[in-house]
């Protein structure tokens, strides 16, 4: 058994696969997902898991150079903006130089067409989504 937070396999794997700036997409329980794209279904009901955990997880995993937010995020769902916020200045903290960018709701669901997967959390929390990229550790 893995002795790290990440213990989904499938999580795992798209983690150990990730490329310099190969994007992810976590997202709340509503964001349209496209055909092509590979679909990390987590939810189970409403809440979960929550969003804020999911980002925590794989973020103790996963090295970020880029996050992509709706612009929305920020006025609609302040808290949980605030949160992810703070997650991302932890890494920041950590020495990660990462680069923050807000665009419009509309282009960051044209946008997950380019993530190598969408992982779908229980969040029901409008605008809960964060697209990452994927950064390098040397």
């Known amino acids: 058994m893995k ?3 990440l213990l989904n396999a499938e999580l795992s794997y798209l983690v150990a696969s990730l490329g310099h ?3 992810i997409t976590i997202c709340d329980a509503g964001l349209p ?3 092509e794209t590979q679909r990390i279904d987590l939810a189970l009901t409403h809440g979960v898991p929550a969003f804020i955990d999911t980002v925590r997880v794989i973020l103790s995993e996963m090295q970020i150079t880029g996050v992509l ?3 929305e995020f920020k006025q609609v769902s302040p808290d949980l903006h605030r949160a992810l916020i703070e997650l991302v200045e932890q ?3 950590a020495g990660s130089r990462i680069e923050l960018i807000y665009i419009s709701h509309e282009a960051f669901k044209e946008r997950t067409s380019n993530s190598k997967a969408v992982v779908r ?4 929390t409008p605008y809960a989504n964060v697209i990452f990229q994927s950064g390098v550790v040397f």
């Open 3 to 5: 002795k790290t937070a």
């Open 21 to 23: 700036f190969d994007e």
């Open 33 to 35: 997902i496209p055909n």
């Open 69 to 71: 937010l709706a612009s």
């Open 91 to 93: 890494e920041k903290l």
């Open 121 to 124: 959390t229980g969040e029901c």
